[in-house]
Each structure stands twice: as C-alpha cells, then as structure tokens.
C-alpha cells in the first residue's frame, strides 16, 4: 500500500475488520505516510518539539517521521514490521531503517534519548500487560533523561452503540475496552489478526503505574486522537532506573 501511495495511485486506502464483524474503511490516505512536516496534524507538530537526541521511531511507515528528524541532524533508528515500509523508506532516504517488531526492541539498539510513536502507534503495545511489560524495557533503553513521544486515541469518545457494545464486550472477556482485534486488509492483501491499543487518558496513567515512566504533556487533537510526552520518573518499579 505504501509503495502505491508513493506511486501517486489515488485510490490508495486500508480495510480495517474487528474481530466483531465491524469493517470500516481507514480514516487515513496517503498523505498520512507521506506528508511533509507542514502537513502534519498540529499535535504532532507541537509534540516534536520535544523530541531530542538520539530517537527510535517505532512504527515508520514510510518514514515521514525519520525523514524530518534526519533533517534536524537526529540519529534515527527507524523500525517496522512491513518489509514494504521498510523498502519505501530506504528508498526515501531514510539512512538506518530495519524490519523489526516493537517486540524486538532491545539493549542491543544501543541507547535512545526519545521514542517515537506516531501514527496511532501506541496502539502496537497491544494490550494491558504487554505494555506496561515493552515500557519497562523501554525504560532499560533509553538514556537517564528519555522520553516517549507517543499517539493514541480515546475509544470512548464515540456514541456509536456498535463500539460501546464492543468495549462492553470485551471487559466481559477481560480484556480492556479499547483493546481491539483487528487486521487490516488493501487489495488482495491482508495482515494477520493482531491486538491493536486504544487508551482514554486515565487508563494510560494506569498503565504507566509503576514502569518508571509518567505523564508529561499532553496534545489533544479531533475525535478523541491525542499525542502523549511520557517522561521518567526517579525509578522503574521502585529500583534505581
């Protein structure tokens, strides 16, 4: 899809399916993988503001965020699951760009001074424990004054009753109400079923409970989006950082 946008096809869109029967065409085209800065929604705008040193942007698509970053002489190590991504990036100009999943993310990376997450990419933490597990280690691999600049969106800003009954749904299974099953489907191809993250405010602060990590700042933007800047605390979980 990637490639095609890079293209210039115009008809360039994803399939998103839930797990409930739910299908919906994606709210985002093109332009949200390929945009220059000027373009970008202004809570993304205002957030890299505070983005600094050396970054690992988690989720690159193709690349936009390491693009602007190179420009402003970071050091970016961009990661993705999509081998497409990863080839439209490298071919974008993109200097250090890998085929990793954020659960590959490790000390072996070296060092980062910022996370970034753009693009709903907190969602990739998949889930309660998942997350809080991804930014202990987050924490282990970034520097003494690291930072996370992440997005997400609130389920609840909705008064659809398919997705209130669908949140409802899934805290009867345990689950949390914005922990979506989903996959996401362009042309003929299709990814396979993965947990996808929404989170209100107050269940990210829950999350970050004890992960060494809190809440700094806060970018609101249209329907329930929100960009986070996640800074550490003294600790991770009560032990030296």
């Known amino acids: 899809m990637i490639a095609d946008a890079l293209a210039g096809r115009d008809d360039v869109f994803e399939i998103v399916e839930r797990d409930d029967g739910f299908v919906q065409a994606s709210h985002y085209g093109p332009d949200a993988y390929l945009a220059p800065y ?5 809570r993304q705008r205002r957030a890299m503001r505070f983005v600094r040193g050396r970054v690992l942007d988690v989720g690159c698509g193709a690349g936009r965020v390491a693009l602007h970053l190179q420009e402003r002489d970071h050091e ?4 993705d ?3 497409g991504a990863i080839e439209v990036s490298r071919r974008r100009g993109v200097r250090d760009v890998r085929l990793l999943s954020i659960d590959g993310v490790d000390g072996s990376l070296g060092a980062f001074d910022t996370i970034v997450m753009f693009g709903n990419n907190f969602g990739l933490f998949g889930g309660f424990a998942k997350a809080r597990r991804l930014l202990r280690r987050f924490h282990r691999v970034t520097t003494e004054r690291g930072r996370i600049v992440a997005e997400t969106r609130d389920p609840y800003a909705t008064s659809d009753p398919t997705h ?3 949140h409802d749904r899934n805290r009867a299974r345990g689950r949390m109400g914005g922990q979506l099953r989903i996959r996401v489907r362009y042309r003929e191809h299709a990814t396979p079923w993965f947990d996808y993250l929404l989170v209100s405010r107050d269940e990210l602060e829950t ?3 004890g992960t060494g990590w809190k809440l700094a700042r806060v970018f609101e933007g249209d329907s329930g989006l929100y960009v986070v800047v996640l800074e ?7 032990s030296a950082g």
């Open 38 to 42: 000027r373009r970008w929604p202004s």
């Open 76 to 79: 970016v190590v961009a990661i």
């Open 81 to 83: 699951v999509s081998p």
């Open 164 to 166: 209130l009954g669908y």
């Open 207 to 209: 999350i970050l409970e």
């Open 232 to 238: 550490k605390t003294v600790s991770e979980g009560g």
